[in-house]
């Protein structure tokens, strides 16, 4: 049975590196995405080109709820989670809600 892995941030260059080497490892991947969906898709398609199995979705990792469905989803596609690896990214925070965090 091949492993699965969730990729965060896959429309990204080192999470979509990530997506295609687990793939070429014999993992099905689902390939996170959050506003880049044709990044994702394309890391999707080179993936299947090869002869993996792979799908994107789209979610907001700071919410849970889009968190448990990516999960889900994930789940219903290939029956299993067996790694997630995290290199989604967060915009940068504005150098003035930074210190006032920092004072805190």
Do not use: C, W
């Amino acid at each position: 049975m091949a492993k699965t892995a969730i990729v965060t941030g896959a429309s990204g260059g080192i999470g979509g590196a990530i997506a295609r080497r687990l793939a070429a490892d014999g993992f099905s991947v689902v390939a996170h995405y959050s506003g880049n969906s044709a990044k994702a898709d394309e890391a999707v398609e080179e993936i299947k080109k090869a002869g993996g199995k792979a799908f994107a979705m789209a979610a907001d990792i700071s919410k849970p709820d889009d968190v448990k469905q990516l999960f889900v989803k994930s789940k219903e596609a290939f029956g299993h989670i067996d790694v997630v690896v995290n290199t989604a990214g967060i915009m940068p925070v504005p150098a003035p809600a930074f210190a006032k965090s920092m004072s805190m």
